[in-house]
């Protein structure tokens, strides 16, 4: 057993007990908290994928502005706990089974597959993952979808604003 | 080392759940964190499949950390996605005093 492994078991678990929380929880509070600590244990894996640059954008963006967000709009929306349970109808029965046969047909298929990390040299893996790398991929190839993506900022923070409010 | 497939499958059950919870809670809060779920989930299957290529078959900045700026852009539209969909939940709860998916029907026929 290396650390590795005992480390990817616990934080998997853990984003796991935390995921199934989150569309357990009666109270949407209750969800929403779950659902930070499943982010906080997604982060930790992206770490032992040698993500850490991601793993701290996603402690920063997710952890931090999404949630505080959600617990905003829980807390202007006063949302107790739900009076009642959904109703058990067809399509909701159906849903839910969909995503049963759906993970096992991916658990199936993915059992089948062989995938090793790969191996790197030195020299790529003292740049994999870190900022330098990411952003100079981002300013060079990738520099009209980024640019795309803050325009895409500025139309959802304009949208919202439209959206939200009651009268402009 | 651990293997990508584990990586994979719990990107899977996180996916599966995700969906699960879209699918089945009447909470439109609740839905729209269990879409975040399925979101993270597909980062996570980014980031495996970055590590399992390592930087192999691309030059000095051709293709290296393909997967991750796509987990970058990926976390930017959920953000957007965030933002927009919390501003209809609340426009709705306006209108009709309810965050219930099965109260929302108006477009159903």
């Known amino acids: 057993m290396n650390t590795e492994l005992v480390l990817f078991g616990v934080f998997a678990v853990m984003t796991l007990v935390s995921a199934g929380l989150v569309i357990t929880a009666r109270s949407p509070i209750n969800s929403a908290m779950a659902l930070v600590s499943t982010f906080f244990f997604l982060a930790g894996i992206y770490v032992l994928l040698w993500a850490h640059t991601v793993a701290v954008m996603q402690v920063l963006v997710y952890a931090g502005a999404i949630m505080v967000l959600f617990l905003f709009v829980i807390m202007l929306l006063n949302l107790g706990e739900a009076a009642h349970r959904g109703r058990p109808t067809v399509t909701r029965i159906l849903g839910g089974a969909s995503a049963f046969g759906l993970l096992a047909v991916l658990a199936v298929t993915l059992g089948r597959t062989q995938a090793l990390p790969a191996q790197m040299s030195a020299e790529v893996q003292g740049k994999f993952g870190t900022m330098a790398a990411i952003g100079e991929s981002i300013f060079t190839t990738w520099l009209l979808p980024f640019e795309a993506v803050s325009l895409l900022l500025l139309v959802a923070m304009v949208g919202a604003v439209v959206v939200a409010k009651s009268r402009i | ?109």
Not at chain 2, 64 to 87: K, M, Q
């Open chain 2, 1 to 109: 080392m651990v293997p990508i497939t584990y990586y994979l499958l719990l990107a899977a059950a996180l996916f599966c759940m995700g969906m699960f919870g879209v699918l089945v809670r009447t909470n439109a809060l609740v839905v729209f964190m269990c879409v975040e779920l399925m979101l993270n989930a597909v980062n996570l299957t980014f980031l495996a499949f970055a590590r399992m290529h390592g930087a192999l078959g691309g030059g000095p900045n051709a293709v290296f950390g393909v997967g991750h700026v796509s987990a970058f852009f990926v976390i930017a539209v959920a953000a957007a996605e965030a933002a927009i969909g919390l501003a209809i939940v609340i426009a709705v709860f306006r209108s009709r005093g309810s965050v219930n998916v099965d109260d929302i029907r108006t477009m159903k026929h």
